[in-house]
């Protein structure tokens, strides 16, 4: 199993940005998937997920109305296209896998995403 | 401040068991799976225990989680220096809603 996301940079507050994560090794289209981000020295913190075909979507409270996530299954790609980005969205943000018995269970190694 | 409380950081020696706490509530770990990662910073986080004490392949027996009312454990026995990382524990809903704990340092001395 392979994640790697991509897409961080450094962007001006109020600003857009659009993280993708590309798959390998699974069958992309059988499973749910989720974006965890860390602030640097702070713990994880769940920001949003969505089920295997995309019709199912959950947001964290710091995310709603601001981040939204979707899927590409035929390319094995999930995005998360942030808006109205704010200093604290200041973090590394991972790509995760739902689990087979629940959670996550393969993660990427992470994008950062400065906003400054 | 997460609904899963966890202390900020624990310390052993090498070949000591060390054991990391996960409190809540009846209505959250009282009534849900819970899941450990281990974060080494630069590196994607592991999944090392599911479903309150279960270990994924390739995870050693060292490690070990259970689960008590509201609170959860996970025990590291045989510590090792590679075992210093920061520990989270997590639960999750039916429609992949996760909640982490606030995460501890363990440092192996």
């Known amino acids: 199993v392979q994640v790697v996301e991509s897409g961080g940079r450094v962007v001006r507050p109020g600003g857009s940005l659009r993280l993708s994560c590309v798959v390998s090794?699974?069958?992309?289209?059988?499973?749910?998937m989720s974006w965890v981000r860390q602030v640097p020295g702070k713990g994880l913190e769940w920001v949003s997920g969505?089920?295997?075909?995309?019709?199912?979507?959950s947001y964290a409270d710091s995310a709603k109305g601001r981040f939204t996530i979707s899927r590409d299954n035929a390319k094995n790609s999930l995005f998360l296209q942030m808006n109205s980005l704010r200093a604290e969205d200041t973090a590394f943000y991972y790509c995760?896998?739902?689990?087979?018995?629940?959670?996550?269970?393969?993660w990427g190694q992470g994008t950062l995403v400065s906003v400054s | 401040q997460s609904v899963l409380t966890q202390p900020p950081s624990a310390s052993g020696t090498p070949g000591q068991r060390v054991t990391i706490s996960c409190s809540g509530s009846s209505s959250d770990i009282g009534s849900t799976f819970v899941f450990w990662y281990q974060h080494v910073a630069g590196a994607a986080p592991k999944l090392l225990i599911y479903r309150d004490d279960q270990r994924p392949s390739g995870i050693p027996d060292r490690f070990s989680g259970s689960k008590s009312g509201s609170s959860a454990s996970l025990s590291i026995s045989g510590l090792r220096s590679e075992d210093e990382a920061h520990y989270y524990c997590?639960?999750?809903?039916?429609?992949?809603?996760?909640?982490f704990g606030g995460g501890t340092k363990l440092t192996v001395l």
């Open positions: 969505i089920n295997w075909n995309g019709d199912s979507t």
């Open positions: 997590s639960i999750w809903d039916d429609s992949l809603k996760g909640i």
């Open positions: 995760a896998r739902e689990g087979d018995y629940g959670g996550v269970d393969d």
């Open positions: 090794g699974f069958s992309f289209e059988a499973f749910g």
